[in-house]
């Protein structure tokens, strides 16, 4: 397939590029438009009041790659207006640092607004997260991004896996059908973890910000937040807690039905 790769944590992403050799690796025509830096929670924002940097560059990847100083949808839109050559037939999203489960967090999420973002241009899209925990996720930070080696012989498991399902799951999804996949992939992903049709989780996430400081800011306080989902049917987030990878197919046209 002719295929568009964006993220939310930006171009030089472990996870990103891992999923870039993997589906280059299955022969697909891969074209690369990821942000310059990381765009995480920041949904489906456009870079409304300035101009956007888009600049092609040779990351080793093996296909044309474009970094765009904007965010995620910033990226897809003008990658398939401008940066293209052909319009792809379809949009992946990530492989995110970090869960993109239950409605708390797909709404905010930069990679699933990815995903959407190919939905409005009548692309099938998906978008891939891999689970980390809060510790994991503060030592990649601290490292620069770079995995420990369990954490990467995951992600190269969850990116086999994302290589195989992802362009099929494109192929069975109309055009102009205003779907989008969200997979997530548990820690550790191995290469026999049962894949599930889920529902995202219901989840209240109040305060999330710290208490003003002396300098007059509020600062983004990471929580899961409080699940209150029904017990059935399965939803992401459970799904990811049993080991599972979860595959929930978000309809945007049943909203307000």
């Not at 003008?78 to 050559?85: D, F, G, K, T």
């Not at 967090?105 to 978008?127: C, D, K, Q, R």
Request: hydrophobic share 40%; aromatic share 6%.
């Amino acid at each position: 397939m002719r295929l568009l790769l964006t993220n939310d944590d930006g171009i030089d992403s472990v996870f990103l590029r891992e999923l870039a050799r993997e589906l280059v690796a299955e022969g697909h025509e891969l074209s690369i438009a990821a942000p310059r830096s990381e765009q995480s929670w920041i949904g489906a924002a456009k870079s409304r009041n300035r101009g956007v940097h888009s600049a092609k560059a040779d990351r080793g990847l093996g296909c044309p790659t474009w970094i765009v100083d904007g965010t995620p949808s910033d990226c897809v839109n003008i990658a398939v207006e401008h940066l293209l050559p052909r319009p792809p037939e379809g949009v992946i999203s990530g492989i995110n640092m970090g869960l993109n489960a239950s409605l708390g967090f797909i709404i905010a999420s930069g990679t699933v607004a990815g995903a959407w973002e190919g939905a409005l241009h009548g692309l099938p899209s998906i978008a891939f997260s891999q689970d980390v925990s809060y510790e994991m996720y503060e030592r990649l930070k601290a490292e620069g991004g770079k995995p420990d080696e369990e954490l990467l012989a995951t992600l190269r498991v969850s990116s086999r896996f994302a290589a195989r399902l992802g362009p099929g799951l494109l192929a069975s999804t109309a055009p102009c059908s205003f779907v989008i996949h969200n997979v997530n992939f548990p820690f550790p992903c191995k290469p026999d973890s049962p894949l599930r049709r889920t529902i995202p989780a219901r989840t209240l996430v109040p305060g999330l910000f710290s208490p003003q400081s002396d300098d007059g800011t509020h600062r983004l306080v990471y929580k899961a937040g409080r699940d209150v989902s029904p017990p059935e049917p399965l939803t992401d987030r459970a799904a990811v807690a049993a080991g599972f990878i979860s595959h929930s197919v978000l309809d945007y046209t049943r909203l307000g039905t």
